[in-house]
């Protein structure tokens, strides 16, 4: 961990430092992680190769940020960064295997990917969201790019309704200019799913949401990871600045 480009959070027992992974090892330890999260927490099945890791080919060209509780020896929270030269060397960003992103055709040269959000169980208090968000804030600022984006995850465990839900409260209010629209190559049929009940936000769409992402289409769904997936796109300018001074002034 490079402890330049690194934050510090005391927080009791925890000292949780955020930075990018510089080794191998540090980038297999995030791998297990995800794998730990995602399918032995969640059931996704997962393409990989190496029992209790979570790799594919879009991993080698990424950058992956992570946040490490020093007191305890292991990374806690990551998420993996595809810059715009790097999804041009591996032929795509990954939101195209789910989207058709045609319409951001103009803005490739400044559009960042993030993806394979997650932290440990033991540390959802806020904390290691609020590092990692920190991070790519600041990632995004030095190195002057205008956009930002990747799928939000919601859980397909009650059947698909609530995803659609949610994507009916959110379609007015919060979807991106027409420009900015893509679309799900397999879509959830969100005119059979959705009900009357409340839709109720996943912490992590909540907190993109609150931050002014915008959704740029219905959901689709991923049957490996069993969720509905919104394609988010955050334009830098946009960005509420409450977060950006609650992230950057750390």
């Known amino acids: 961990m490079l402890r330049a480009d690194s934050q510090v959070l005391q927080r009791r027992q925890h000292r949780l430092e955020v930075g990018f992974a510089r080794t191998e090892s540090e980038i297999l330890e995030a791998q297990m992680l995800r794998y730990r999260v995602f399918a032995e927490e969640m059931g996704a099945r997962l393409p990989t190769r190496i029992p209790g890791v979570d790799r594919d080919h879009f991993d080698p060209y990424c950058k992956h940020l992570v946040v490490r509780d020093e007191n305890a020896g292991k990374i806690v929270g990551t998420y993996r960064i595809l810059t715009p030269d790097a999804a041009e060397r591996v032929g795509s960003y ?6 058709d992103i045609t319409r951001f055709q103009h803005m490739r040269s400044n559009l960042v990917e993030i993806g394979r959000s997650c932290i440990d169980a033991d540390y959802r208090t806020g904390s290691v969201i609020t590092l990692l968000w920190g991070g790519l804030a600041k990632f995004m600022i030095e190195n002057n790019y205008e956009y930002l984006m990747g799928c939000a995850s919601i859980t397909m465990g009650d ?30 049929p969100v005119d059979k799913l959705a ?38 796109l955050m334009p830098m300018s946009q960005l509420d600045r409450r977060y950006a001074r609650h992230f950057l002034d750390r």
């Not at 990954?94 to 989207?99: A, H, L, M």
């Not at 959110?170 to 959830?188: G, I, K, S, Y």
């Open 94 to 99: 990954y939101s195209e295997t789910e989207f």
């Open 159 to 188: 059947g698909g309704h609530n995803a659609a839900n949610i994507f009916n409260a959110l379609r007015d209010t919060h979807m991106a200019d027409l420009e900015h629209h893509v679309f799900p190559r397999n879509p959830l």
């Open 195 to 232: 009900t009357e009940v409340p839709a109720e936000l996943p912490p992590l769409l909540k907190g993109y949401i609150r931050a002014g992402t915008k959704i740029c289409g219905a959901p689709a769904w991923d049957p490996d990871f069993n969720t509905a997936d919104l394609l988010l």
